[in-house]
Nanobody, 115 residues
Framework: QVQLVESGGGLVQPGGSLRLSCAASGSIISTDVMGWFRQAPGLERELVAIINSGGTTVYADSVKGRFTISRDNAKNTVYLQMNGLKPEDTAVYYC?????????WGQGTQVTVSS
């Protein structure tokens, strides 16, 4: 069983930056696909970014050029660097690990972008 714990959320002004971290309780296997999703009030959870074992990344159009996902398998951690934050980025951000068609989710971390 894998447990994921997100951290790094908070309140930031528009245009600011945050770095989210997601630490896995067990080892991240190199074939795991790691990702960040977010859910705003009243909306469905949506993909933000994913990264596979080879380092290939996919981003939602809304965050391209502003967010960067990365992973450090040695530290069992995946990161989301968020720059140029906008009020519409406000949401609970969730980390997900996909291993052999099974998804594991973290508890989420709140990101609020407001002046």
């Amino acid at each position: 069983q894998v447990q994921l714990v997100e951290s790094g959320g908070g309140l930031v002004q528009p245009g600011g930056s945050l770095r989210l971290s997601c630490a896995a309780s067990g080892s991240i296997i190199s074939t795991d696909v790691m990702g960040w999703f977010r859910q705003a009030p009243g909306l469905e959870r949506e993909l933000v970014a994913i990264i596979n074992s080879g380092g290939t990344t996919v981003y939602a159009d809304s965050v391209k050029g502003r967010f960067t996902i990365s992973r450090d398998n040695a530290k069992n951690t995946v990161y989301l660097q968020m720059n140029g934050l906008k009020p519409e980025d406000t949401a609970v951000y969730y980390c997900r690990l996909n291993r052999w068609s099974t998804n594991y989710w973290g508890q989420g971390t709140q990101v609020t972008v407001s002046s």
